[in-house]
Nanobody, 124 residues
Framework: QVQLVESGGGLVQTGGSLRLSCASS????????MGWFRQAPGKEREFVAR????????YYEDSVEGRFTISRDNVKNMVYLQLNSLKPEDTAVYYC?????????????????WGQGAQVTVSS
């Protein structure tokens, strides 16, 4: 059974940076696309970024394009999200998720494994 554990969240000022990590255990990590989603208080969970199983293909939500970078290490079974130029509207709980699809998708329903979430708070 695949398990995902996020780390690296925290409090940062506007314009600052954070790096989220997600460790995967169980299953075959290199066969699974990985994604990051976020959920702010009172809002629905939304797509942030995804990477294909190989890591060669990535895709971002428009509001984070150019500021966030998703990457993965298929030897260490890790996926990362580098968050730069953070804004208060980036404040949310960030979740990593795994999909059986080779390229993943922007839809939460296509992901069958979720981490517990990591809080990111950006102060103005």
């Amino acid at each position: 059974q695949v398990q995902l554990v996020e780390s690296g969240g925290g409090l940062v000022q506007t314009g600052g940076s954070l790096r989220l990590s997600c460790a995967s255990s169980g299953g075959t990590f290199s066969n699974r696309a990985m994604g990051w989603f976020r959920q702010a208080p009172g809002k629905e969970r939304e797509f942030v970024a995804r990477t294909s199983a190989s890591g060669y293909t990535t895709y971002y939500e428009d509001s984070v394009e150019g500021r966030f970078t998703i990457s993965r290490d298929n030897v260490k079974n890790m996926v990362y999200l580098q968050l730069n130029s953070l804004k208060p509207e980036d404040t949310a709980v960030y979740y990593c998720a795994g999909s059986r699809l080779t390229y993943g998708s922007s839809w939460a329903r296509d992901y069958d494994t979720w981490g517990q979430g990591a809080q990111v708070t950006v102060s103005s």
